[in-house]
């Protein structure tokens, strides 16, 4: 069993910066984060293979957001920049029961779920 919490969350005016922190407990594979804005489905935003040596972004936040992970600490990182009213949401960090071969894109494909951290950017 894995458990997952997320930080770092918060409230940013557009155009500022925020890093989200998750915390595993447990061995982890390749993590990813989501998000869901309130009436719309959770999103995939970015993954990181277990090595670091893959990683993925949805088309909307590349360029401005950064996947990262720190082994020794069991943590993955999201540094979030020129953050837009839009990327406003709840965000979960997410990791799967096993080993895949790259990074998974789709929710179905995580088995362990954080409580989620509400970003929120003011325009």
């Known amino acids: 069993q894995v458990q997952l919490v997320e930080s770092g969350g918060g409230l940013v005016q557009a155009g500022g910066s925020l890093r989200l922190s998750c915390a595993a407990s447990g061995r982890t594979f390749n993590m990813g984060w989501f998000r869901q804005a309130p009436g719309k489905e959770r999103e995939f935003v970015a993954g990181?293979?277990?090595?670091?040596?893959?990683?993925d972004y949805t088309e909307s936040v590349k360029g401005r957001f950064t996947i990262s992970r720190d082994n020794a600490k069991n943590t993955v990182y999201l540094q979030m920049n020129s953050l837009k009213p839009e990327d406003t949401a709840i965000y979960y960090c997410?990791?799967?029961?096993?080993?895949?071969?790259?990074?998974?894109?789709?929710?179905?494909?995580?088995?362990?779920w954080g409580q989620g951290t509400q970003v929120t950017v003011s325009s």
């Open positions: 997410a990791a799967p029961r096993a080993y895949t071969i790259g990074v998974p894109t789709t929710a179905r494909n995580y088995d362990y």
């Open positions: 990181i293979a277990w090595n670091s040596a893959i990683t």
